[in-house]
């Protein structure tokens, strides 16, 4: 890519050479903590997610440790299960689910609407600090002993004989919920009722559509978790028989009410990711996204299909053959919409003059990555095969590779992509696609071996196992390795940018998208006036035309 | 030259007025007081909406537990007083209608009205929720509060106890939730007795009393679905 006629590129926006943005609008602490505005918010979930991403990290980094040898000598088992619990849960409610909706998304969403903020700012800010209670419960957790039960809180393991601090770890996840509700409800009204006139439905740029897929699926799932964790908060505390079948209750009714969250929960964390995806694929490509209708819709079809699936993850729990099948068919069906969006992107790809710039060797990435664990999930879909995998190590490769391979990568891809909007300055290409390199192949190293070593037959959530599956064992701690450093590497160069980066214009990338037409960083209002869209989705013509024209005018 | 919004559009004519004005209570970040309005309604829908789905998750334990013990399910429904019921579900249906009221007031600019039925509402609410206090303390003296204070034997069908005692969770837990529901709402309604005697509410803006009562009725809803299940199926 030429970057010369890219920052030359029009924009609409006058005061983009102008020194106010959102950043220096206001100074003080108090500035940062009492915002509404939805674009410092993102900033203060980034903070926060970020240091939970560590947080969850080194707990990961300490089981590899662990598992460098067959005997388990670093810790007791008992410290491994809470490691491997607490790496779970910080990693999927206070990483994952918050990581693009309420960064990303917070961000940039108002902006491509070409409102002046989400529908209603008080209650974005007053989310991100249900998110911080929800998350004080969680290091409280961690720092007072953890917690043993696996991120599932299978009952009655977690009601009845579990020593550590359930009550307070689900209090936590039960809390930080609602405030992923009011996101996604904050999203939805804002996607309905702001949009910038001309702004059609079908005119929307593709990460709206699976944001707005995302948003559907938090609202409708996240509070059956809630209610789910109230019932085993209550079984907990009066030793009462809900869940528990020497009282009388059912256990597998806890698996079926969890996972109606769970499962749809998978799709929370990697509709976002596909949402950056096709906008970083379209600006990389400098093409409309190949069969945007499909890839908008695909969305809300695996939103839809997301909610019908949930019991794949009880085929050994003793469901009936019958509902397994049924399940097992349903699982199958949410691969046709997955898919669609992976050949619409490499469609997209094919015969594309393509950059590779930093985010774009993410999208590569996240493709590759994202079939394979979408394929590997169709064989865990699939009765038989998973009676055998269940509970091994291929599970944890599966799912490693949708919400590490797609999601993380995803959401790298999507902070370099609108750095330089939300700072105003580029990060350092060079070191950037060092660390996409170290990160991808530190991923691979990481996860592939566990497919094999699951396949043949090492079960999950032990710290000790058979000397025979040592070998890879090794591999996948070596690629732990790396890809922490490929993790640690964006922290150090993208603080330095923060000061040194070379200044970024309104448009580095000459991509089309309402937030490339105001400045770098953008105003506080977003937009001076409201801009009113004339051009299709990623009409690159139609979009560079009406910015001289608005420019001209 | 502000260019026209999608809502203007579509509803021409309404912001010139509102804008004309400088409505107090329009945000910054909306064009009109009817994008404003239209916002706010939806995003009560839509919380309703997760709600439904909150509620939904106990309503369906309740059922599956009700199919697996269909005995116990009768005999606990036996200890609960279907005209305390009845009482309190008149009540709530009464303070749907005063919520109503206030909504109706509150776009007719009637400020008295506003605040009169809004505390009536408020009256009511806290009615229903002093009678099941009531309630609470009878089923705690019988020995029916579930877990280690849970001494109540069914002495005609001994084996059908712990049954009594997931139907008394099930019990407890769906309408101490309903009502933490209906305290919530109370607190809301305080703080618009206050704005409402203040006179914020008129015809141009009137939502918060409209969106606090989609709150209430469905509320109210969830306690009508709970009264037949609770008190009324033998």
Not at chain 1, 350 to 374: D, E, N, R
Not at chain 2, 18 to 30: K, N, R, V
Not at chain 2, 109 to 126: F, N, P
Not at chain 2, 191 to 216: C, Q
Request: with cysteine; proline share 5%; net charge neutral.
């Amino acid at each position: 890519m030429t970057s010369t006629t890219i920052d030359d590129a029009p924009f609409i926006e006058p005061s983009a050479t102008a020194k106010r943005n959102y950043l220096n609008d206001e100074y003080g602490v108090l500035s940062w903590l009492l915002t509404r505005d939805h674009k410092r918010i993102a900033i203060l979930y980034a903070i926060s997610v970020t240091i939970f991403f560590f947080v969850g990290g080194i707990f990961a980094f300490l089981m590899r440790l662990e598992l460098l040898t067959p005997e388990g000598d670093l810790f007791t088992s008992d410290t491994y299960n809470k490691l491997f619990t607490l790496h779970g849960i910080v990693m999927i409610f206070f990483f994952l689910i918050p990581a693009i909706p309420a960064v990303i998304g917070n961000f940039i969403l108002p902006i491509m609407l070409g409102a002046k903020d989400l529908a209603f700012p008080k209650i974005n800010l007053l989310s991100w600090y249900i998110y911080i209670i929800g998350g004080t419960f969680g290091v409280i957790v961690i720092i007072t002993g953890g917690v043993d039960t696996g991120w599932t809180f299978y009952t009655p393991f977690s009601t009845q004989y579990s020593n550590t601090h359930v009550f307070l770890t689900t209090l936590g996840a039960f809390i930080t919920g609602f405030s992923s509700i009011l996101t996604g409800l904050n999203f939805l009204v804002t996607i309905h009722r702001m949009r910038a006139p001309g702004l059609t439905w079908f005119r929307l740029p593709l990460f709206v559509w699976s944001i707005y897929a995302t948003s559907v699926v938090i609202m409708l799932a996240t509070p059956v978790l809630a209610i789910t964790l109230v019932l085993l908060m209550v079984e907990r505390v009066l030793h009462v028989g809900i869940f528990d079948p020497a009282l009388g209750g059912d256990p597998v009714l806890y698996q079926h009410m969890f996972w109606f969250y769970s499962h749809p929960a998978v799709y929370i964390m990697i509709l976002p990711g596909m949402a950056v995806i096709s906008e970083c694929v379209a600006a990389f490509t400098r093409k409309k996204i190949f069969g945007y209708k499909f890839v908008a819709f695909s969305s809300l079809a695996i939103a839809f299909l997301g909610f019908l699936v949930w019991a794949h993850h009880l085929f050994i729990a003793g469901i009936s053959i019958y509902s397994a099948m049924i399940f097992s068919f349903l699982t199958m069906l949410v691969a046709v919409p997955s898919a669609i969006k992976v050949f619409n992107w490499t469609a997209t790809l094919y015969k594309a003059s393509v950059s590779w710039q930093t985010p774009m060797l993410y999208v590569l990435g996240f493709i590759g990555l994202f079939t394979i664990g979408g394929v590997t999930g169709l064989f865990l879909g699939a009765l038989g095969i998973d009676v055998h995998v269940h509970d091994s190590y291929f599970v944890v490769a599966h799912f490693h590779y949708i919400m590490v391979g797609g999601t993380i990568m995803a959401y790298l891809a999507g902070i370099h992509y609108w750095w330089p909007k939300i700072t105003g300055r580029m990060y350092p290409e060079w070191w950037a696609r060092l660390s996409a390199l170290l990160v991808f192949v530190g991923f691979n190293l990481t996860f592939f071996p566990q497919f094999l070593v699951g396949y043949v037959g090492m079960p999950r959530r032990y710290h000790a196992y058979a000397p025979e599956f040592q070998v890879l064992n090794v591999l996948s701690t070596a690629g732990a390795t790396i890809l922490a450093a490929g993790y640690i590497l964006p922290m150090i160069y993208l603080g330095w940018s923060l000061k040194f980066g070379r200044k970024a214009g309104p448009n580095p990338w000459g991509a089309v998208g309402l937030e490339w037409a105001t400045s770098s960083p953008p105003p506080k209002e977003n937009f001076h006036e409201t801009p009113t869209v004339t051009w299709e989705a990623y009409d690159y013509p139609a979009f560079l035309k009406a910015m001289r024209e608005t420019q001209d005018a | 030259m502000r260019n026209p919004t999608l809502h203007e559009l579509q509803h021409p004519g309404t912001s010139d007025d509102a804008h004309a004005h400088h409505h107090p209570f329009l945000q910054h970040h909306f064009e009109d007081l009817g994008q404003q309005h239209e916002a706010s309604t939806l995003g009560m829908w839509f919380f309703v909406a997760q709600e439904i789905l909150f509620f939904g998750g106990i309503f369906m334990a309740y059922s599956v537990y009700r199919h697996m013990y269909p005995e116990a399910w009768s005999a606990g429904a036996h200890h609960q007083n279907w005209k305390i019921g009845l009482f309190n579900t008149i009540v709530l249906i009464g303070s749907s209608l005063t919520m109503a009221l206030a909504v109706w007031g509150a776009q007719g600019a009637k400020r008295k009205l506003t605040t009169v039925m809004l505390v009536l509402t408020l009256l009511l609410g806290m009615t229903f929720v002093g009678v099941k206090g009531f309630e609470y303390r009878e089923h705690i003296h019988e020995g029916l509060f579930p877990g280690s204070h849970f001494t109540y034997v069914d002495h005609a069908h001994p084996e059908l106890t712990r049954g009594v005692e997931l139907f008394m969770v099930f019990y407890f837990t769906m309408t101490g939730l309903h009502a933490l529901h209906m305290i919530i709402g109370a607190g809301l309604l305080i703080w618009f007795i206050k704005r409402a005697w203040r006179g914020d509410f008129g015809p141009e803006y009137y939502s918060p009393v409209e969106i606090m009562g989609l709150y209430w009725h469905f509320v109210d809803i969830v306690w009508i679905f709970l009264f037949p299940l609770l008190y009324l199926i033998h």
